[in-house]
Nanobody, 119 residues
């Protein structure tokens, strides 16, 4: 059974930082590109950052570029999202996604972790 378990969400003031983690189990982690999505109140789910298995560079949404950093530790089956200079527009539920590198038909979602930015 595949599981993606996110953690690290919480409440923070504008300008603050958080680090999200997503631990994957039940899959061969090195066969999956890893992504972070988010869904803010009343908004569609959007891709925030992606990290390929190997040999490729990370990609970011324009709204977070320069403030967020995605990384992965294949030995720990974990992907991270370091978020800094947070603002209220970053308030959302953040979801971890694992996309099989060879087929779009195989993908998994975590349950999400809430990030709230407010003063």
């Amino acid at each position: 059974q595949v599981q993606l378990v996110e953690s690290g969400g919480g409440s923070v003031q504008p300008g603050g930082s958080l680090r999200l983690s997503c631990v994957a189990s039940g899959l061969t982690f090195t066969r999956y590109d890893m992504r972070w999505y988010r869904q803010g109140p009343g908004k569609d789910r959007e891709l925030v950052a992606s990290m390929p298995v190997a040999g490729g560079s990370a990609n970011y949404a324009a709204s977070v570029k320069g403030r967020f950093t995605i990384s992965r530790d294949n030995a720990k089956n974990t992907v991270y999202l370091q978020m800094s200079s947070l603002n209220v527009e970053d308030t959302a539920v953040y979801y971890c996604n694992a996309q099989h590198r060879n087929t779009l038909r195989i993908y998994y979602w975590g349950q999400g972790t809430q990030v709230t930015v407010s003063s």
